[in-house]
């Protein structure tokens, strides 16, 4: 366990230094730099408790992987993750929102965090309909699929892969979802929330699409390594963005920080990378039977509670305890159903 979670470690001590030095150098005080501390720890916290059902989808995905592109996910993906989605992403939300350049984006942050802040805050509908599309297209491909042989929640599941036999059904109970969500979105904001769940859409029919492509191309054509990689390895980029919409806007309910936020949220990062290693390596999916049915369930309970969010504030606390609700429950059915396996077979 300790070999799996070294760089995680290693990670927490050098942000939360760093966090601490941050403090110090922005109050002059020790009171202010534990109190940098303690928020870089909690936002720690919250990025991990939230990316439980991350980790497991991308070990699920990886497991499927060429080696190499799976040692690619876990290098470069989690720079990607950590500096695009920590930092980048939330520049960019700012550069488009408020028209202004990134270098003036980034000393907006810095100067006045609360101004920056509001309108992080304020692109919150677009995020919330993008990020809600595109986690429900992810859970109700999966459980629409017909070749999927095991069910966890039978009745439900069993019904949702009957209906997987019918093209575009996933596609079109997402379009049904956000159409009537946006009935109750205001009507001047009703046209940015659609535009954003197109984009959600489309980001995943493109991603899918390509690891299609790649998958069928020849060898001579898509390359030994390509092949089955480059597909996978931007559909997870994608789905770890979905992931992260929720921990980074609700970082600034803990601080207006742009630094402390990414340092907090990076060392949660580097812990689902680390969980993400553990599960593939260890075969973890295939041990637990119901593991991964808990994980997209979580999804789909996020992806509804993203799509909540465009109508009213919903707590990260009780997004982290569904979620970690669902894992947990499918944890203790995949015990349940082993030791039953074990004593049929002594029996």
Known sequence: ???????AHAATAAGL???????????????????????????AVLEISLSFDNAIVNASKLNEMDPVWQRRFLTWGILIAVFGMRIV???LIVVVAAGLG???AI?????????????????????????GT?????????????????????????????CGSVRGTGIAIVLA???????????????????????????????????????????????????????????????????????????????????LIAIGLGIGAM?????????????????????EHGAFWSILVLSAIMFAQALAHVPELVTGLLGAAFIATSFASSLRYRRTQEAAADG
């Not at 366990?1 to 760089?7: D, G, I, P, Q």
């Not at 992810?138 to 019904?159: C, N, Q």
């Open 107 to 131: 000393r907006l942050a810095a100067t006045q965090p609360a101004e920056y802040a509001a309108i992080i805050r304020g692109a919150h509908l677009s995020i919330a309909a993008f990020g």
């Open 17 to 43: 230094g760093l966090a601490l030095w941050l403090g110090w150098a922005q109050t002059g005080t020790a009171a202010g730099a534990l109190g940098f501390l303690m928020i870089g720890a909690v936002l």
């Open 1 to 7: 366990m300790l070999r799996y979670f070294a760089w």
């Open 177 to 259: 979802v956000a159409a009537v969500i946006s009935r109750f979105v205001p009507e001047a904001a009703q046209g940015t929330f659609l535009f954003a769940a197109a984009c959600g859409l489309l980001a995943f029919l493109g991603t899918d699409m390509l690891g299609h492509l790649l998958d069928r191309a020849p060898a001579a054509a898509a390359g030994a390594v390509a092949k089955g990689g480059l597909g996978a390895f931007l559909y997870l980029e994608v789905l770890d963005a979905s992931f992260s919409f929720d921990g980074v806007i609700g970082a600034f309910a803990l601080t207006q920080n742009l630094f």
């Open 89 to 91: 992403f939330p520049l």
């Open 271 to 291: 812990y689902v990378r680390s969980m993400t290693i553990m599960l593939v390596e260890k075969g973890t999916l295939a041990e637990f039977r119901y593991l």
């Open 102 to 104: 990134p270098v003036e």
């Open 134 to 162: 595109f986690l429900m297209m992810v859970a109700l491909t999966w459980f629409l699929d017909e070749a999927k042989e095991v069910d966890w929640i039978a009745g439900i599941e069993r019904a949702l892969r009957r």
